[in-house]
């Protein structure tokens, strides 16, 4: 090919393949990040995502008929395509993972290891419209059951491992542990006392930075040498918390097992 050619103008549709693949990485990173600091609510920043996927899309079959069209029309064409195509699948997979955790757990965000008894918050606030929206409302199978009946019967279906945990230790060494636990991963503890078995504390998640509640109850156990502990962890926004309470709360309590058995 003569080095002087002009490039085929299809160039273009090359250079917009490469645009909205990677800027759909971009556009979703701006919402997130944006959401973090506060420059705009949560809400608009999971929107810029969603909005994000759909460039990503429109990036993906552009791209495949770039190369089913004008492959050989040049080696930047074909590179430049086949980048964007890259970025596109990759936030595309990005976003059907997430997709495919959201169908996996069911449509709640109050999460505890004890539904008939759930630790109450004293400092923080328990958001207000917690039961306001859960999956159920006129189905059959749910005929005759309120917010939190059917909040009880999805939470036992997915978490039904989260169990009251038994420590060897009293009461007030265990809030103690559970406390020191909580600055380690980086939670902002609002509440400790030890004399009444309670902790309370904020953890912060992903570059949206949602605020995710958890208030942990230690209860004396059989003799007043062991002690029964309780977790809730509660999302601030959204409806679904994408399973994230559930893990948060299986991890920090085998976190406190460990520490425990430590002595």
């Not at 230790?169 to 809030?175: A, E, N, S, T």
């Not at 103690?176 to 380690?184: D, G």
């Amino acid at each position: 090919m003569d080095a002087t050619a002009k490039p085929h103008g299809s160039i273009w549709l090359a250079r917009l393949c490469l645009l909205l693949g990677a800027g759909s990485i971009v556009m979703a990173l701006v919402g997130a990040v944006g959401a973090g600091q506060d420059w705009w609510d949560k809400l608009n920043g999971l929107s810029a995502v969603f909005a994000a996927a759909v460039v990503a899309l429109l990036g993906f079959v552009f791209s495949l008929i770039v190369l089913l069209l004008y492959r050989k029309k040049g080696q930047a064409i074909r590179n430049l395509t086949l980048i964007g195509l890259v970025c596109s699948v990759a936030f595309l997979g990005f976003i059907g993972y997430w997709a495919n955790v959201g169908r996996s757990v069911p449509q709640i965000h109050d999460i505890t290891t004890n539904l008939d008894n759930p630790p109450q918050f004293q400092v923080l606030k328990l958001r207000p419209d917690d039961f306001a929206d859960i999956p159920g409302r006129g189905e059959p199978k749910y005929a005759g059951m309120d917010a939190m009946e059917r909040w009880k019967v999805l939470h036992r279906g997915a978490y039904g491992d989260l169990k009251t945990v038994t420590i060897d230790l009293p009461v007030d060494r265990v809030v103690t542990l559970a406390a020191e636990i909580a600055l380690e991963r980086g939670w902002e503890v609002a509440l400790t006392k030890p004399d009444e078995g309670r902790v309370e504390a904020v953890d912060t998640v992903s570059l949206f930075r949602f605020k995710d509640d958890v208030v942990i109850r230690v209860q004396p156990g059989p003799g007043g040498l062991s002690s029964e502990v309780d977790v809730r962890s509660v999302s601030r926004v959204g409806r679904s918390d994408l399973g994230v309470n559930a893990k948060r709360i299986r991890s920090f309590l085998s976190d406190l097992q460990a520490a425990a058995d430590k002595g």
